[in-house]
């Protein structure tokens, strides 16, 4: 859906497509319900405007950065170098000399301690324009180029916000009337918010300034950030895992919800012919009243073997607090960690255990190391099978999970067959894309001949897997 024109209305479905295309759903309905929004409000209150659509648009948790993002890009807060009524300063006071980046800092610095948003916001675009265009010094001397452009990162160096912390904490503490540690705690961690919030208005400017040159869609395919739900486990750095693991929760109240629904749909079992041709006699033959076989729902023990090494650690991480959201749909949960062997940590995800820093403790307490540290999947399920075989039984679910990168080592898939053999349900989640599996060390398909191998590189496709795999 695109429009290039049509005044308002054609802005908002371009807006729309915008967030479509990156991921967010929005229907027909929620669209509607945004022109309403904008038809009501008053579109100078910029910040009533983005609340407005927000609630209108948006209906799941994690699309919000997704959301603000783009609504900078379609909606700016100016045009240009706007209107600033912050003045830069400038060395000798000349209009068109070089920016006092001292005297720039002490501003930023009173702005900061006042905490004035719009002020600093202000401060923001005439900084952009200053320090951060195309042939800009280090010194803060804005240069000329054949075609615009604005670097954040620039800016930033050059005002280097982050050093006036102290600063400005020791001109709070001398008109303060409480000096205590932990009101000394509360002063630095409201400034460090104010600095962070400084930097994304920064960044917020070049990426405005950048699309006016560059265009919208081309800016917005690299500057807006991934749905956290469609991040890759394998390539998430520090920052996107703790925002996962933080989703662990809303994702298991949605997962259970799903399950309630299909149990619902699902009360009856399967049809019971006999009964059903008992009771047609009644009926001179007609099946009338069909009979089912009662459900017998039974909630399964859950046998978990999780590859804790490397990057996949991430990944193991993440599948293993959201099984633990949902050990309710099971009668028994065990959890088993393999590098080069396996051992148990079933105790480390027990309810009402600590899980922050899990996975160090694992590493720290778990014997799964024998000698250089590198995967075997093989030597694991052979260790597994030795010392916890019997954990396994009719009425387990084995819940593998790794990239079956084995090292070249041997992938033992006998023990995995039998292993295989003795529970009731087996499968594998394997975060690497599916494009990848058999290539170079990968045992994927050999091992995929063995069991089911579902692909989980991101939070939305494991919910997917897990979803279909909950016992109903």
């Known amino acids: ?15 729309v497509g915008a967030l479509r295309r990156h991921g967010v759903s929005v229907g027909p309905g929620e669209t509607v319900d945004a022109a309403r929004v904008l038809a009501v409000l008053d579109m100078v209150h910029r910040e009533h405007v983005r609340e407005g659509l927000a609630a209108a648009l948006l209906r799941r948790s994690g699309q919000r950065e997704v959301f603000d993002t ?36 002490d501003v930023l610095a009173d702005l900061l301690r006042a905490g004035d948003n719009a002020a600093l916001a202000e401060l923001a675009r005439a900084a952009v324009d200053a320090l951060g265009s195309s042939g800009a010094a280090g010194t803060g001397v804005r240069g000329a180029s054949a075609q615009p452009g604005w670097s954040a990162y620039q800016a930033l160096r050059v005002l280097s916000p982050e050093t006036l912390l102290a600063q400005i904490l020791a001109d709070l503490r001398e008109g303060a009337d409480d000096d205590s540690e932990f009101a000394d705690e509360v002063r630095r961690r409201e400034i460090r918010d104010r600095i962070a919030a400084f930097r994304k208005m920064v960044t917020d400017e ?3 300034r950048s699309a006016e040159v560059r265009g919208r869609d081309q800016v917005a395919r690299s500057a807006v950030p991934t749905q956290t739900e469609q991040v890759e486990f394998l390539s998430a750095h520090a920052e996107q895992l703790t925002r996962l693991r933080r989703t ?13 629904v299909r149990r619902r749909h699902a009360k009856r079992g399967e049809l019971d012919m006999r009964r059903t041709l008992r009771r047609s006699m009644s009926t001179g033959g007609v099946p009338m009243r069909p009979a089912y076989r009662a459900r017998r729902p039974g909630r399964p023990e859950l046998v978990v073997l999780c590859d804790v090494s490397g990057s996949v650690a991430g990944f193991s991480h993440f599948t ?26 079933t105790h480390l995800f027990d309810p009402g255990a600590e899980l922050s820093g899990v996975m160090q403790r694992v590493l720290r307490e778990a014997d799964v190391v024998a000698f250089d540290g590198h995967s075997d999947y093989g030597g694991s399920f052979g260790s597994f099978a030795e010392h916890w075989g019997d954990a396994i039984g009719p009425k387990s679910s084995l819940l593998v999970l790794g990239d079956a990168r084995t090292n070249y080592r041997d992938p033992n898939l006998t023990v995995l067959k039998r292993l295989v053999g003795q529970a009731r349900h087996a499968h594998w989640l394997n975060p690497e894309p599916r494009r990848q599996w058999g290539s170079g060390d990968s045992a994927a398909l050999r091992y995929a001949d063995v069991l089911p191998m579902h692909e989980c590189r991101t939070a939305a496709q494991l919910a997917d897997v897990v979803e279909a795999l909950l016992p109903v």
């Open 206 to 208: 070049v990426r405005r």
């Open 320 to 345: 293993l607090l959201l099984v633990q959201a949902l050990r309710e749909q099971f009668s028994k949960v065990r959890v088993f960690a393999f590098v080069e062997r396996a051992d148990e940590v």
């Open 1 to 15: 859906m695109r429009s290039t024109g049509h005044g308002l209305p054609g802005h908002l479905v371009d807006f």
């Open 70 to 105: 783009l609504f900078e890009l379609y909606f700016p807060a100016a045009l240009g170098a706007g209107v600033s009524e912050v003045d830069v300063p400038r060395v000798e006071d000349a209009e068109d000399g070089p920016v006092d980046v001292d005297a720039l800092r």
């Open 248 to 260: 662990v929760h809303p994702l298991a109240r949605r997962l259970a919800s799903r399950l309630a």
